[in-house]
């Protein structure tokens, strides 16, 4: 079964990524792939996956140690340090990291990396904000995260993430998906 994912991913890839659809599906497919392997690699992947098909998180399993990561970084807001909540949250969701591991596991598995390069990656990563802005995310069952969502800057293309949870919260820069308009 996993060799007829891998097909349907690399066949996919060759076709192109040009709509939010085609975001999800990768996603979806990958998250099969890695469900099949059991493994615990890639949590940021799973994450990303999950956050894709579920709006809500009762199963911390669901979001793996991000979730919980997530929860600690609140936690250590409480003592109104939010300039190391804000460092702790972009660390745990980073955009970097998430092309680390899905180059990562392309690699592994030998699927098509042209993705990568810059303009796709940028278009890829403007076709996933267009599927998780709609989708906040709930959690339950952790000691402070309660939940999570993009915010979209139409204007100036800035991608907010936003976290809460009980008590506290915290909205920073993900990214910024056309730079290029922005003046200073």
Not at 40 to 55: A, E
Not at 78 to 106: A, P, Q
Request: neutral net charge.
């Amino acid at each position: 079964m996993q060799k007829d994912i891998y097909k349907k991913l690399r066949d996919h890839l060759n076709s192109g990524v040009s709509r939010e659809a085609d975001v999800v599906y990768l996603f979806v497919e990958i998250g099969k792939y890695l469900e099949q392997n059991e493994s615990p690699q890639y949590p940021l992947i799973r994450f990303y996956r999950n956050w894709i098909v579920h709006s809500q998180i009762n199963d911390t399993r669901l979001a793996g140690d991000i979730s919980i990561a997530l929860d600690q970084a609140l936690s250590s807001g409480k003592s109104g340090d939010y300039h190391t909540m804000t460092i702790k949250m972009m660390g745990v969701l980073s955009k970097e990291k998430l092309r680390k591991e899905l180059n990562e596991y392309f690699d592994a598995v030998g699927l098509p990396k042209d993705i990568f390069t810059e303009q796709p990656w940028r278009k890829f990563l403007r076709l996933l904000v267009g599927v998780l802005v709609d989708v906040p995310v709930k959690f339950t069952g952790l000691q402070k995260l309660e939940d999570l969502k993009f915010k979209e800057d139409q204007d100036d293309g800035y991608i907010w993430c936003e976290v809460n949870g009980k008590g506290n919260g915290i909205s920073f820069l993900w990214t910024q998906l056309h730079p290029e308009k922005h003046v200073s």
